[in-house]
């Protein structure tokens, strides 16, 4: 069973930055496409970037092009998300997501809060 342990979130200001820390572990970890989702009170969750396995190919929600940066470790186990210039929109439950695609598996962490808040 795959467990993911999310960490960095807290308070920041606007235009302040944070990285946050996803913690793979029962499983290889470079079996994974990597993900962090966030989300806020009655929306959907939405996904805010992406990473191969390899770490060759990222993605990005348009939102936060040139702002945060997905990043991982395979030495690790661990995907990082940088955060640069936040927003008060920013502010949501940010989720650390490993999808097995062959197997069409995925595994969810806990969440770690993000507020930007002056």
């Known amino acids: 069973q795959v467990q993911l342990v999310e960490s960095g979130g807290g308070l920041v200001q606007p235009g302040g930055s944070l990285r946050l820390s996803c913690v793979c572990s029962?499983?290889?970890?470079?079996?994974?496409?990597m993900s962090w989702y966030r989300q806020t009170p009655g929306k959907e969750r939405e996904l805010v970037a992406k990473i191969s396995d390899t770490g060759g190919v990222r993605n990005y929600a348009d939102s936060v092009k040139g702002r945060f940066t997905i990043s991982r470790d395979n030495a690790k186990n661990t995907v990082y998300l940088q955060m640069n210039s936040l927003k008060p929109e920013d502010s949501a439950v940010y989720y650390c997501n490993a999808d097995r695609v062959i197997l069409r598996i995925q595994y969810w962490g806990q969440g770690t809060q993000v507020t930007v808040s002056s």
């Open positions: 029962g499983d290889t970890f470079s079996n994974y496409v």
